[in-house]
């Protein structure tokens, strides 16, 4: 499975972003995906994911930091997985990547980096204040 990650960029506080995750290669009828980010000095944290079975939507989950400002969504029309990020702060610039891992509905879906198994190169957003 091979993930692209795209759309990171500068904005100003209070900007929009949209970050996307194509993926391509293996197929699986139940996945997650997640958005991770990585800011200069600091671990990797999840920020929202998605999980996906029996061509449904199960369940989706955001960081506290998250809540409120971003959304998680597969955009059908261009088989992406995108995070629409409004009310940004200079508190969210860092490198986010996409990943993805097989899942099945029985399990939560995991929140830690790694439990996932492919990965997207980092895209950079950068929040000027």
């Known amino acids: 499975v091979q993930l692209q990650a795209s759309g990171g960029g500068l904005v100003q506080a209070g900007g929009s972003l949209r970050l996307s995750c194509a993926a391509s290669?293996?197929?699986?009828?139940?996945?997650?995906m997640g958005w991770f980010r990585q800011a200069l000095g600091k671990e990797r944290e999840l920020v929202a994911y998605?999980?996906?079975?029996?061509?449904?939507?199960?369940?989706?989950y955001y960081a506290d930091s998250a809540k409120g400002r971003f959304t998680i969504f597969r955009n059908n029309a261009k088989n992406t997985v995108d995070l629409q990020m409004n009310s940004l702060k200079p508190e969210d610039t860092a490198v986010y990547s996409c990943?993805?891992?097989?899942?099945?509905?029985?399990?939560?879906?995991?929140?830690?980096?790694?439990?996932?198994?492919?990965w997207g190169q980092g895209t950079l957003v950068t929040v000027s204040s």
């Open positions: 290669g293996r197929t699986f009828s139940g996945y997650v």
């Open positions: 990943a993805a891992r097989p899942w099945h509905s029985a399990l939560a879906p995991p929140r830690t980096s790694d439990a996932y198994d492919y």
């Open positions: 998605i999980a996906w079975s029996g061509g449904s939507v199960r369940t989706t």
